[in-house]
């Protein structure tokens, strides 16, 4: 037993089955937190009102307040994370740092470099296994490899999950064990950090470990139905709880247990998308490279057009198929889309409008609330044909057939691309086959009100195959 810890928190924010505040609660006798706002981090981001930097501080308040009742109490610095973590373990005089494990090549390369600073210092860094179930290898298939298939893998995974793996790693009785620091602590305003407070509550989104409950319990009303619900954007069927699983404001575990202690279809889909979630930080973790490129290496090689104006067009949602740009407009109004239309966007992107997947992935690291680097780039290169575990290029979305499959109504679309709310349904996934007396009935005429398709998907498609036939006959 240490005589004193310090618990790094970067994206476990929250007091409940906590592993690395757990971790340092079992083996010291005292024990400090800090978050540091890492200006590495900060200083990249495009916008200054960015909804997860309101998000992490707005979590960051509860978190104090929680950890002041329990004794403790939570330290925040602003700066260089590598700089600064070192510097406050010495100076709170700690023989250990604890945080949560991350995935992502350049976390691990900051770690690297405070592991070293702090031996420096005589003090240890334990970094222990909390945002996933099952991390780096500890899931392999029998022939001791990686899995890059995601079936086998959900079945290996299921098979492997027992009550142990999914045990609270944070027992309460030991929080007394929280200190407070001798120097002074507060948290800084928004805008001291240099961002402004943004529309979290109008985007739907509720910060904080009582805001994740809360997503939760209103989600435990719909989740009998997810498997039926799921794909359509216009039903409010999905969980909304991206953002909580990405800033660790609930636990993975609970959320497990929660999913098997009830056992109906609906609960087993939704299960199988948190295994998703695992095996795409598995893969990040076997292949680093994929951050960066194609996975399968053969699609590295694709000779992608990368039209400018059409990328423009896609990122502002006024390609003139409604389905995807309601969706793009969504996403620009609220940092939020729907699975089901990131992967319809993603598949237009690549295979008719021919750009490079990288150009929609960086697009959607900057705008998604819920932006994760290991699901983000895996789905990506899932839409794109040139993952793990990939949709086979040579299948490519239809955009009108999926607006009309998924959203047969407009519904979504007319909530989206107001100029289009007076076309029938029946029209409204290819406005433009609307006669042009039709189009003016109903006010909206295509090139005027509302952009003409800026490509034509069966020509798209015809290209986009060669494309990749090109580098994989
Ligand atoms: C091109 C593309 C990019 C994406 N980028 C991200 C991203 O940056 N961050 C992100 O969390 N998800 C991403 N997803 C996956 C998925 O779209 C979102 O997780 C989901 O829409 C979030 O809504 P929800 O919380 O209501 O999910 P629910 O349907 O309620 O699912 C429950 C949880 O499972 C996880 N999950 C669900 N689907 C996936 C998936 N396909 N891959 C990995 N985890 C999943 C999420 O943590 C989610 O909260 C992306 C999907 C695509 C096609």
Redesign the pocket.
Known sequence: MSNAALAWLRRDLRLDDNAALGRALARSKQVFCVFVFDTEILDALESRADRRVDFIWRSLGELRERLREAGGDLIVLHGRAREELPHLAVALGVDEVVAAEDYEPAALARDAEVAERLRASGIGFTAVKDTVVFAKGELLTQAGRPFTVFTPYRNAWLKLAGEAELAPRLDAALLGRLARPPMATRLPELRELGFAETDLAAAGIRPGERGARETLDD?LGRIDGYHAQ?DFPALDA?????IH??FGTISIRRLVRMARSRRTTGTDF?LA??I??DF?FQVLHHHPRAAQQSFRAEFARIEWPNDARLFAAWKEGRTGYPIVDAAMRQLNATGN???RL??VV?SFLTKDLLVDWRWGERH??AT?N???LA??N???Q??ASTGCDAQPYFRIFNPVAQSERFDAQGEYIRRWVPELAGVPAKFIHAPWRLPPAEQAACGCIIGRDYPAPVVDHAVQRERALALYKKVRP
């Open positions: 989600f799921r999905t969980s909304g709880l991206a699983n990405r939704w998308e948190l998703w979630r795409f889309m729907h699975n990131r992967m993603a959607f690291a998604l819920d932006f994760d699901a983000n895996g789905n990506w899932w839409a």
